[in-house]
């Protein structure tokens, strides 16, 4: 064993926010192997890794397997070996087991052993959290001494509730809060998650460096732009947000204690750049994390299908994204066209399947049980499942993942067909209301955001941003036919869904009684339709699924 090192006055922390894959142990390690190379050439101390890294973050009921569990371990083992060589110490995150029962802990490793483990104590068990299933709460931690800095770890939740962990580990004389995350991105979270650091600072007294993960994991999408911020509660280091990044910031120890004297301060994405991003980041790593190598979808001619198209050639490239159009008598020339002229933009491959005789053909098998009834939703709903079906056909024979395209705003009030549009493997656009398409339609034709692969200019025509909505399953058709004006029915959703807001303070912001009635009946009885649809990038606070869990069987109303 290497005797630990001491130090004066400079310490060097490599903040590594990376992009690990549930499941994938041996290629998890070898991005920690990698990063700490990394962090020795820049002259690193310690390399501080996210929260539960090693086996990627969430793991969820992977970690009640012993073999997965035993695995992590010996990752964990297999890196604290290679600290034998003297170089930067590793904080990491893991899933552990012992007679006392299964941790969500970190491991400090240096000179070649495991010098320390601490467990989060505080477990969230709310939205898109469910750890109280999985973990037990861990006992409340001292700090660690490393190379002379006494270090208190808290893990994500440790800092965000209120057990009093933080205040913990500085009465038992930590210098530094080091917090290891997985925290999901919504948007507004940069706001929260520095308010809830500098509330942490002024009650300890103590500097804060933020890790948190990077990258997308089914629903969620982890945003990195890890930070810290100094006891005179100002930010002093900011990374970027949706990219794989190593920083180093450097602490000096002053006579009121250590501060982050250097490091990088990165710009962050606000609003439509900062949705957008998210959307692409996660579709990326949705697509290319199981194993597709590439995607179809229905390319209609309207706003959602062309945002989805967008979002998919920014995030795999065009080579890797297939558009059809799939017209049937009630298809405009218009929709012709815009289809047509979103895909030249976009330079992605797109063919044309009319569904007129398949279609009737459906009709036709079902003419003698129809005999005697009108022509209604029904008939309109075979167009939708004829479009899913081939869909599906097309990811069969060719491996492609079918991405859906429905927004929130649909999603809620059941306006999409089960095993027609609703048909795919993920939709990216799953938690944007209507209008807030609309903005990151009319945001991606002015910009490219960073790290796209796709086209810069116009990729959503102009005519598909300025059209009214329509899923053109009957002469003249349009979404407020049946629906009040998007801008109404989103703000009554918002305030059903993330506000879960009464009925009567709907109407008094100045909506009509009635109308606010209906949506929320239709939000009520289309959830058996959201539980089977397929999963979408988490981007508001309260996404389907995950966050909002109602019953389907439920009578419940508001009057």
């Known amino acids: 064993m290497t005797a630990q090192k001491t130090i004066s006055t400079t310490f060097r922390i490599a903040v590594a926010q990376l992009n690990p894959t549930v499941g994938d142990v041996s290629g998890n390690l070898a991005k920690a192997r990698e990063a700490r190379t990394e962090a020795a050439r820049s002259g690193a101390d310690l390399l501080l890794l996210t929260e539960l890294f090693i086996s990627g973050y969430p793991p969820e009921d992977l970690v009640v397997k012993p073999a997965f569990l035993n695995a992590c371990r010996k990752a964990v083992d297999a890196l604290a070996a290679d600290?034998?060589?003297?170089?930067?110490?590793?904080?990491?995150?893991?899933p552990r087991q012992d007679e006392t029962g299964r941790y969500n802990a970190v491991a400090v490793i240096d000179g070649g052993q495991v010098i320390a483990i601490r467990d989060k104590v505080d477990l969230p068990n709310y939205g898109e959290f469910d750890e109280k299933r999985v973990f037990d709460q861990g006992p409340m931690p001292g700090p660690v001494n490393f190379r002379g800095m006494r270090l208190g770890i808290p893990i994500c939740e440790d800092i965000w509730g209120d057990l009093g962990v933080c205040e913990t580990l500085a009465e038992s004389g930590a210098e530094i809060l080091l917090v290891p995350n997985g925290s999901p991105y919504y948007r507004g979270k940069m706001d929260v998650r520095h308010q809830v650091a500098i509330k942490q600072v002024i009650e300890t007294g103590l500097p804060l460096l933020y890790a948190n993960q990077l990258g997308g994991q089914d629903e969620l999408v982890f945003d990195g732009a890890s930070f810290a911020v100094n006891t005179d509660k100002l930010l002093a280091f900011q990374m970027s947000q949706f990219e794989e990044a190593i920083s180093i910031c450097e602490w000096k120890k002053q006579e009121a204690g250590w501060v982050c004297q250097s490091g990088m301060m990165s710009r962050l994405p606000?609003?439509?750049?900062?949705?957008?991003?998210?959307?692409?980041?996660?579709?990326?790593?949705?697509?290319?994390?199981?194993g597709f190598k590439n995607v179809v979808l229905g390319l209609s001619g309207g706003i959602d299908s062309a945002i989805c198209a967008a979002l998919a050639v920014d995030a795999l490239g065009e080579e890797r994204v297939r558009t059809v159009m799939l017209p049937y008598r009630y298809t405009s020339s218009d929709s012709f066209k815009d289809a047509e002229d979103c895909a030249k933009a976009l330079g992605c491959r797109y063919d044309i399947v009319p569904i007129e005789e398949p279609v009737q053909g459906f009709l036709s098998a079902l003419s003698d049980m129809f005999e005697g009834t009108e022509s209604g939703?029904?008939?309109?709903?075979?167009?939708?499942?004829?479009?899913?079906?081939?869909?599906?056909?097309?990811?069969?024979k060719f491996g492609s993942m079918v991405v859906t395209t429905g927004n929130k705003s649909e999603m809620s009030v059941g306006y999409a067909t089960l095993y027609g549009d609703m048909n795919g493997g993920?939709?990216?656009?799953?938690?944007?209301?209507?209008?807030?398409?609309?903005?990151?339609?009319?945001?991606r034709n002015t910009t490219v955001p960073p790290g796209a692969l796709g086209p810069s200019g116009e990729v959503i025509p102009k005519n598909i941003i300025d059209k009214a909505p329509s899923a053109e399953l009957r002469p003249n058709q349009t979404d407020q036919d049946s629906l009040p004006p998007y801008p109404?029915?989103?703000?009554?959703?918002?305030?059903?869904?993330?506000?879960?807001?009464?009925?009567?303070?709907?109407?008094?912001?100045?909506?009509?009684?009635?109308?606010?009635?209906?949506?929320?009946?239709?939000?009520?009885?289309a959830e058996y339709k959201r539980r089977q649809s397929a999963p979408g990038v988490k981007i508001t606070r309260k996404n389907f699924g995950r966050d909002r869990r109602y019953p389907i069987t439920n009578r419940f109303r508001d009057r």
């Open 377 to 396: 939703i029904t008939e309109e709903n075979l167009q939708s499942r004829t479009r899913g079906t081939i869909l599906m056909a097309l990811s069969n």
């Open 426 to 443: 993920f939709n990216p656009i799953k938690d944007l209301y209507k209008m807030q398409v609309y903005g990151l339609s009319r945001w």
């Open 83 to 94: 600290t034998a060589d003297g170089g930067p110490g590793i904080i990491v995150g893991f």
């Open 488 to 525: 109404v029915l989103d703000d009554i959703l918002e305030c059903l869904v993330e506000k879960e807001m009464g009925t009567e303070e709907i109407v008094a912001r100045g909506h009509d009684e009635a109308t606010v009635h209906r949506i929320e009946h239709l939000l009520y009885i």
């Open 270 to 290: 606000q609003n439509e750049e900062a949705d957008y991003r998210a959307c692409m980041l996660g579709f990326r790593d949705y697509v290319n994390k199981n």
